[in-house]
């Protein structure tokens, strides 16, 4: 089988490409959101303790 | 072994421990998933002959079924997690069961797509009131149910019960309304659309089918501890052990 | 103070959440009156065709049931819950889903019972025929208190909310599913002159299934919202 003809899945490469790159888009779109979402959390709760210890030293 | 069980149990309940061992898994379970996908997809797109009726269409089957599967399955967890969150008000459980949600949903969403993107060229049109499609569009709204009722009780302990209770009553809903609609369907539409029931499915076809369905329980996996570390460093963030995360 | 017995308990709210509907009569009219104008909209948005209207008869009186008895179900606690009666209720010696159920018998009898009597005059206008009259009112009796058990439990569950409505509508419709498409069927099909038991038995069960349940369920979500 050629690659061109993988790619025309039979004349109905609308759809099977259209179905699997859907899936692909929801995947990694379920998969960024709460990874960024983690890493912000982590960001933010750093600069946090960050803030406080400048806090702590100059009352010190 | 009970006793071990248990023990088991109330660690893997405790944040901090869950948090740890879900981030030790999570490489290894990815690694995992992206074998499974490829090999899946080599499979189903590569390897199976065309369908002799279908031809390559029925290639959509591979993330079909398997997206169509796991949106059962989710609704599923999300239940027992309810009885686990009424009955031992498990935070741990609480955080499952909503992070579980939108995954859900999303693989709701993509077997009504993939669905519809199926029927066209088999029906002729994006959309017929087949008994499939019209259940997978009622768990649709059920899932969104789930998920606005969290988002619209501020206090966020009440509102994972109050979505435990939902999907409690979602779970002992959903056969009935399964065979309401297979039966509705039967009346209405008569075996014009019965193209998709049970082929008496090929090995080549089949193995694929299990794998795909296999790595999309995986990515569930994978989603589902990403989202729950994510939401509970959010709503630990001011314990000890987060802190302690922090600093070191 | 005497001691209630559960029987007692029972009949004195429903005969208290009677007479309070009654004191309140445009809060009794409303669902009626929405259903009444839902149903008149159907004419005149599909057509006055006899044959199409005949047709979609049931269809369209049990989506517009469905409709009323949602926009009606925020009434069978909302008032309660304001004014602190609920949580006297919760607080009580009787086991709270007996109460629920009394409550919510109280609220099908104000907002099914009208839809009931006033279904055949609609099917009648709708051209609907006449050997399905009787099945129209069995599904309705039958089919009704399932939806205001149902939505008991997706009330329970929004009380405390500010914009409870849509998510309710969200919540309670898919649940409507299994009612909505039997109690149709069983009018279309004695519509047609064909023995409609099988719905209407579909219906029985789930009228018991819901009345075993819900209760519970409402009960468990109420002690929750109010927590």
Not at chain 1, 7 to 29: D, E, H, K, P, Q
Not at chain 2, 26 to 31: A, H, M, N, V
Not at chain 3, 140 to 169: D, H, N, Q
Request: hydrophobic fraction near 55%; proline fraction near 5%; include cysteine.
């Amino acid at each position: 089988m050629s690659l061109s003809e993988f790619f025309n899945m039979g004349g109905y490469a609308v759809f099977v490409w259209s179905s699997y790159g859907l899936t692909l888009v929801v995947l990694v779109i379920n998969w960024l959101l709460p990874y960024q979402q983690h890493k912000k959390t982590l960001r933010k709760l750093k600069r946090q303790l960050r803030q406080d210890k400048q806090i702590d030293d100059t009352s010190t | 072994m009970f006793k071990w069980f248990t023990k088991w149990f109330h660690r893997l309940g405790s944040p901090p421990h869950f948090y740890r061992i879900a981030g030790l898994w999570l490489p290894w379970l990815s690694g995992l998933f992206g074998i499974l996908v490829i090999a899946g997809l080599y499979g189903g797109l590569v390897l199976a002959p065309p369908d002799y009726q279908q031809g390559e269409s029925y290639r959509i089957i591979f993330v079909h079924v398997p997206a169509a599967w796991m949106s059962l399955f989710i609704y599923m967890v999300m239940a027992f997690c309810g009885v686990v969150v009424l009955v031992w008000r498990m935070k741990l459980a609480e955080i499952v069961l909503i992070s579980a949600a939108p995954v859900g949903a999303s693989f709701t969403f993509l077997a009504l797509v993939t669905g519809s993107l199926w029927g066209k060229p088999m029906w002729g049109t994006y959309w017929v009131w087949d008994a499939r499609l019209t259940s997978e569009l009622i768990l649709l709204f059920l899932y969104l149910g789930v998920i606005g009722l969290y988002g619209a009780i501020d206090d966020k302990r009440v509102a994972a019960r109050a979505v435990a209770t939902l999907a409690i009553v979602g779970v002992v809903n959903i056969p009935i309304i399964h065979y309401s609609v297979e039966w509705w369907n039967s009346l209405h539409q008569g075996p014009t659309v019965t193209k998709f029931d049970k082929p008496s499915i090929h090995w080549s076809m089949l193995i694929p089918l299990l794998l795909m369905a296999l790595a999309f329980k995986l990515y569930f996996i994978i989603s589902l501890f990403q989202r729950v570390r994510a939401e509970l460093l959010h709503r630990e963030r001011n314990s000890r052990w987060v802190e302690e995360l922090i600093r070191s | 103070m005497k001691r209630l017995s559960l029987n007692q308990a029972f009949w004195y709210l429903l005969r208290r959440d009677l007479l309070l509907a009654f004191r309140n009569r445009s809060e009794l009219a409303n669902p009626l009156l929405f259903f009444i104008m839902v149903i008149t909209l159907f004419p005149l948005a599909v057509g006055a065709e006899p044959n199409l209207l005949a047709r979609i008869a049931p269809g369209i009186i049990w989506v517009a049931a469905l409709l009323a008895s949602m926009l009606s179900l925020d009434g069978i606690f909302r008032s309660d819950f304001e004014d602190g009666t609920l949580e006297q209720m919760l607080l009580s010696a009787h086991p709270v889903p007996v109460l629920v159920l009394a409550k919510v018998t109280a609220h099908w009898l104000v907002t099914g019972l009208p839809l009931l009597i006033i279904s055949p005059l609609l099917a009648m206008m709708l051209g609907l025929d006449e050997s399905a009259y009787g099945i129209l009112l069995l599904t309705i009796l039958l089919g009704t208190p399932v939806l205001s058990l149902i939505g008991s439990i997706g009330v329970a569950l929004t009380i405390g909310l500010r914009k409870g409505g849509i998510i309710l509508s969200l919540l309670v419709l898919p649940l409507y599913v299994p009612v909505l498409i039997f109690s149709a069927s069983a009018i279309d099909v004695a519509a047609v002159g064909l023995s409609a038991t099988a719905q209407i038995k579909m219906l029985l069960a789930f009228l018991f299934l819901a009345l075993s349940l819900s209760p519970w369920a409402t009960a468990a979500a109420l002690r929750m919202s109010m927590s």
